[in-house]
């Protein structure tokens, strides 16, 4: 029976380690918990509290939502709405708290992409459903080629100034977007503070593709969402597929993505991550932080024993040049 009153440790911020996001005021911790999967209406409302009680008191102060997390569609932000009613509203300062807006939310035209009705529609409701006054940041979940980025970017500043969100961010943006989005943003004084995108050792787009320095030259942070792949770089598929795994329940994984080719270099990675006396899953987490490019990095989690597994990763985030190059022939 887990107890009404919440009491988070004294010594929450004291292994946590944070960095600046962009050139702004803003520090975030290097793990963020991210609340896409686990956290809907289908899951245990215990297990969740149990889930959030346990990050915060280990300096895990941000919290990424979006107005359709789940599932069911919203269902994500009413679990931590009820999070912050039954623990963390005396500890609301202390918390970094995201949402977005721009995929399938409700039906009708309104209810998806960038338009200023389904942003500033889809915000009001998510404050209703988290029980709070103003998100810390709100994003522009993708970016929506038939709505004009003006009226996208203008919403942005505009909830700004209403005061429902300090700070305002892009999410999966192209290059040439984004490069519109900084420059359009800070003319305006609401600069935008993080581009959260796809990156794990299996997906190098944003290096390729020069996001990841694009943000740092226009003073936004990186926020990586998918660090693992979808479980991809854990060693749950080195044997096969277990029964309770994302492929095997049919979800955003696929059977398709666990090709022969990526099971030889799950088991390569594995070794050179066993070599440095990490899982798989720490030693990609600590891949992305291992320079300065990255502001945070968001996990998610099932238990509270895979975040305290995902919180090992920062006992050791420095690379050889030999320990990268491995790693380099092995996912090229």
Known sequence: M???????????YDEMRYRRCGKSGILLPELSLGLWHNFGDVDNFSNCLQMAHYAFDHGIVHFDLANNYGPSFGSAEETFGSIMKKSFMPF???LFISTKAGHDMWPGPYGTWNSRKH?????????????IDYVDVFYSHRYDANTPLEETLQTLIDIVKQGKALYVGISKYPKEAAHYAYNYLAERNVPCLAYQGKYNLF?????????LQQASENGAGYIAFSPLAQGLLTNRYIDGIPEDSRIARGGFLKKEALTEDIIKKIKALNKIASDRGQ??????????LKDQFVSSVIIG???????????K??????????ELNLIETVCR
């Not at 997906?203 to 996001?211: A, L, Q, S, V, W």
């Not at 899982?279 to 992305?288: G, K």
């Open 203 to 211: 997906n190098r787009e944003p290096e390729k593709d020069g996001i």
């Open 92 to 94: 609301r300062d202390e």
């Open 119 to 131: 942003l500033i529609s889809s915000l009001d409701q998510s404050l209703l459903r988290m029980n």
């Open 313 to 322: 990763a920062l006992e050791n985030t420095s690379f050889s040049k030999e």
């Open 2 to 12: 887990i107890n009404p009153v919440y009491s988070p440790s004294t010594n929450r």
């Open 301 to 311: 989690a099932s238990s509270v024993n895979q975040i305290a597994d995902n919180l």
């Open 279 to 288: 899982t798989l899953a720490e030693m990609s987490l600590a891949w992305l």
